[in-house]
């Protein structure tokens, strides 16, 4: 079915692909920010809301806005989306990255999934309530974020801990990844809405030894005792824990599926669920991945010092048992410093709100069923929970079934099906009538 904001949100899908918001982490290299903060506040004020926008530093600007419902009296619901993207090598896609381009029945480019389309399918959905005077049940509270790919911390980050008073009575919040749909059968799709996340510890490991020259036996060199500390974390499997929210979901799929999974050891059966595989396998354990190394100054000298980066990720609750079970695989000489630290976050499925995403998707597909799910990154969920916010992924999304969607995450010829956008505005109009 057809609707003006079906219609529109492909414009301002368009639209919002096409202003370039590469956020590198750098705040001398990143860009776009301002301008489609500007876009949103002015498409917000087009149909008289009244819109806010915040600068945290020269261009890193955000858009608050708050949608007064019939009975304030209730929690306000929080709908947020970042703005930024991160960076796309034009010369390794199919189309430009920020052409915003139709083919296909896609929209192509940097942002399409991530999140763009849910910022457009939320602006899509309030412009029309606007227009037509429609008073949602309880107040909603848009929130367009920046650098949400760099941490959060000139977004939404810097809107919880400067101006916490934008999100007062804000009970609960609904955001990215969620509401995707995987393909079971024909007549089953399982909607995945996030409930949980993991939590990021990014660490710096130092490693020391005896300064020398090249070309002299050395026992004590830094790079060595790093290298095989590195190795030994890179290679290691940390045990597998199955969280509530995990085990609801292989619950859900082995039902689905109609296979058995032990879910004391689910990594055989996650192997199986295609793409999506990906994601999942990495909800059941603690994992620590090396990213980044660096140690010397000139080819023939011995330096005193190697330093590495590690990428670890933690389930909800597991942060002090990963941290000692990580200090045993590092060995005792090495220095440990923490560069990034946010908590992991679980809730439960249950409640008037997963209600309405239930029915919602059910309403548009009658094949939906809403499960459970972990994201194996993070979000500005992480930082709207500081606030007590109870935080979901759910920006509903039908998916071809032969679309590898998690590949599109960060990936090249990023893209989003048309009809699985316009779906998307139909369920976020539903849910968010009956929210
Ligand atoms: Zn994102």
Same mark, same amino acid.
């Given at each position: 079915?057809?609707?003006?904001?079906?219609?529109?949100?492909?414009?301002?899908?368009?639209?919002? +692909?096409?202003?370039?918001?590469?956020?590198?982490?750098?705040?001398?290299? *990143? /860009?776009?920010?301002?301008?489609? #903060?500007?876009?949103?506040?002015?498409?917000?004020?087009?149909?008289?809301?009244?819109?806010?926008?915040?600068?945290?530093?020269?261009?890193?600007?955000?858009?608050?806005?708050? +949608?007064?419902?019939?009975?304030?009296?209730?929690?306000?619901?929080?709908?947020?989306?970042?703005?930024?993207?991160?960076?796309?090598?034009?010369?390794?896609? *199919?189309?430009?990255?920020?052409?915003?381009?139709?083919?296909?029945?896609? +929209?192509?480019?940097?942002?399409?999934?991530?999140?763009?389309?849910?910022?457009?399918?939320?602006?899509?959905?309030?412009?029309?309530?606007?227009?037509?005077?429609?008073? &949602?049940?309880?107040?909603?509270?848009?929130?367009?974020?920046?650098?949400? @790919?760099?941490?959060?911390?000139?977004?939404?980050?810097?809107?919880?801990?400067?101006?916490?008073?934008?999100?007062?009575?804000?009970?609960?919040? +609904?955001?990215?990844?969620?509401?995707?749909?995987?393909?079971?059968?024909?007549?089953?799709?399982?909607?995945?809405?996030?409930?949980?996340?993991?939590?990021?510890?990014?660490?710096?490991?130092? #490693?020391?030894?005896?300064?020398?020259?090249?070309?002299?036996?050395?026992?004590?060199?830094?790079?060595?005792?790093?290298?095989? /500390?590195?190795?030994?974390?890179?290679?290691?499997?940390?045990?597998?824990?199955?969280?509530?929210?995990?085990?609801?979901?292989?619950?859900?799929?082995?039902?689905?599926?109609?296979?058995?999974?032990? &879910?004391?050891?689910? @990594?055989?059966?996650?192997?199986?669920?295609?793409?999506?595989?990906?994601?999942?396998?990495?909800?059941?354990?603690?994992? /620590?991945?090396?990213?980044?190394?660096? #140690?010397?100054?000139?080819?023939?000298?011995? &330096?005193?010092?190697?330093?590495?980066?590690?990428?670890?990720?933690?389930?909800?609750?597991?942060?002090?048992?990963?941290?000692?079970?990580?200090?045993?695989?590092?060995?005792?000489?090495?220095?440990?410093? *923490?560069?990034?630290?946010?908590?992991?976050?679980?809730?439960?499925?249950?409640?008037?709100?997963?209600?309405?995403?239930?029915?919602?998707?059910?309403?548009?597909?009658?094949?939906?069923? #809403?499960?459970?799910?972990?994201?194996?990154?993070?979000?500005?969920?992480? *930082?709207?929970?500081?606030?007590?916010?109870?935080?979901?992924?759910?920006?509903?999304?039908?998916?071809?079934?032969?679309?590898?969607?998690?590949?599109?995450?960060?990936?090249?010829?990023?893209?989003?099906?048309?009809?699985?956008?316009?779906?998307?505005?139909?369920?976020?109009?539903?849910?968010?009538?009956?929210?």
């Amino acid at each position: 079915m057809r609707t003006p904001a079906t219609d529109e949100v492909i414009d301002l899908c368009r639209d919002l +692909i096409r202003i370039d918001t590469t956020n590198t982490g750098d705040l001398a290299t *990143s /860009a776009g920010e301002r301008a489609a #903060a500007e876009y949103v506040a002015t498409k917000l004020s087009e149909v008289g809301l009244d819109p806010q926008l915040f600068e945290s530093r020269p261009g890193r600007a955000s858009v608050v806005t708050r +949608i007064p419902g019939a009975d304030s009296s209730r929690g306000a619901l929080l709908v947020h989306g970042h703005l930024d993207v991160v960076p796309a090598d034009a010369s390794e896609w *199919s189309v430009h990255p920020f052409s915003g381009e139709i083919k296909d029945d896609f +929209i192509w480019g940097r942002g399409a999934v991530d999140m763009k389309d849910f910022d457009a399918m939320s602006l899509a959905v309030v412009r029309d309530w606007q227009r037509t005077g429609y008073v &949602p049940p309880r107040d909603i509270v848009l929130a367009y974020t920046a650098d949400e @790919e760099a941490g959060s911390d000139w977004g939404a980050k810097f809107l919880v801990e400067e101006h916490p008073d934008l999100f007062e009575g804000c009970t609960e919040a +609904i955001g990215e990844v969620g509401g995707f749909s995987y393909t079971v059968s024909n007549d089953l799709r399982l909607y995945m809405v996030q409930t949980a996340e993991k939590g990021i510890d990014w660490l710096r490991v130092h #490693a020391t030894g005896r300064p020398g020259h090249g070309s002299f036996v050395h026992d004590d060199n830094a790079v060595t005792a790093l290298a095989e /500390a590195v190795a030994r974390v890179g290679r290691h499997r940390f045990p597998v824990v199955v969280t509530p929210t995990v085990r609801a979901f292989l619950e859900e799929v082995g039902e689905a599926l109609q296979i058995e999974i032990d &879910p004391n050891d689910p @990594e055989a059966a996650i192997a199986k669920l295609g793409p999506i595989a990906t994601m999942i396998g990495a909800t059941i354990r603690n994992t /620590a991945n090396p990213t980044r190394l660096s #140690a010397g100054y000139k080819d023939n000298v011995i &330096p005193g010092r190697a330093s590495a980066t590690i990428d670890c990720r933690t389930l909800p609750g597991q942060f002090e048992l990963f941290r000692e079970q990580l200090m045993e695989v590092l060995g005792p000489d090495l220095e440990i410093e *923490s560069i990034h630290r946010q908590p992991a976050l679980e809730t439960g499925f249950d409640g008037a709100l997963v209600d309405a995403m239930a029915l919602a998707l059910k309403a548009e597909d009658p094949g939906a069923h #809403a499960v459970p799910y972990m994201l194996s990154g993070g979000t500005d969920a992480k *930082s709207f929970a500081r606030l007590g916010i109870r935080c979901f992924g759910f920006a509903p999304l039908r998916l071809p079934p032969d679309l590898n969607f998690s590949a599109l995450f960060h990936g090249i010829d990023e893209r989003v099906p048309v009809e699985g956008l316009q779906f998307g505005v139909r369920v976020l109009d539903r849910f968010l009538r009956q929210s």
